[in-house]
């Protein structure tokens, strides 16, 4: 599967200060996460949320493993990012962009992309020095939303393509997009770690959603995928199964109601010990897509009781068919899964709206 990492920002329950770092952290983002970090309502199409940093110079980042799924850019792999961002259309050093490569002698960035309030984009190798070239001024523009992907392959005899709302403003089929001495790990390997994105400076308010993260390794979504919507859908009534039991210091009436909460705590939640046992619970039909890139599963579990317990997320098509994800070992805290699936089992293409509509998704207990 080439997918591997897609967030649009909707699920998260807190909004402002140290509530939301503790969040962001909890569901694989992390570094230097700012308190004054906004999850906002301010969105490209009225919908949803996004992610807005703010509070002078800061960096926020996702790392490998840390969603469950390994975003590396191996050898002669291609690599490709997309995020829908609104950049602010006032004078400054602008908004950054890059990738970590730990398997440095310290980490070290490989290589940069500077947004500058003109409109164009700056392209360094390493941090901000040297400057390998630029695009001309406007190709997007400040003060609006604009969809940006960044495809390349990493090393010495690297390459890179921007595109700014599906055009190419920049296409480099030869460049050095490396930084350091690289260490291979085992087998002779090598990659970058982390995504990382930089602000600066204070006062200036920008905000980015519909991300996703891909490689080229899979049939399916190896590419540049233009521009893109992640849209959450939340739980909305029972689905066919109800094998989980009510729990929580203030339960809820129903099944699907106790899961129908965004919240970590223990005042709603279901609870089961037998292996085997699922919920599923109908979803709220809000896609309108022609055809989509994928689902993803996200859910948030910890095990009340002595020795391993494990879980499976789930889903179950229109036309009956039941998918299971990754085994997911839990722990005594609560820990956030994701499972993300790129075709429709029923039909063997991607989902369309109507389809993703139609699912139940729900826990299994595995083990």
Known sequence: MSLKIIDGFDYFVNTTGAALVAEMASLGWSGDLSSAMVVSSTTAFGYGKSLSPHGGSGLFRVERDARGRVPNVWGDTMGTVG?????????????FFGVIDSMTVADTVQWLVQFNYLGDLFLYRGLGNPLITKTPAWVFHPGQWNYFEFQWKPGTMGSMEIRVNNVTVLDLPVVDLTSGTLVPEAGGEWGFDTF??????????????????????????????????????????????????IGGTSPAATNWQSVDTLTTDDSQYNYANTVGARDLYQINPISDALYTFGIEITGFYKASDSGPRGITQTFRTAGAIDVEGTEHILTDSYHVFHDLWELNPDTGVFFTGTEINALQIGPKVSS
């Open 196 to 245: 990382f994105w930089q602000f600066q400076p204070a006062g200036q308010r920008w905000y980015m959603d519909d991300f996703y993260y891909l490689t080229d390794e899979g049939d399916n979504n190896n590419t540049f995928l233009g521009k893109s919507r992640i849209k959450a859908h939340s739980v909305a009534s029972p689905g066919d199964l109800t094998g989980w039991t």
């Open 83 to 95: 995020m829908r961002v609104f950049i602010p259309s006032v004078p400054g050093p602008g908004w």
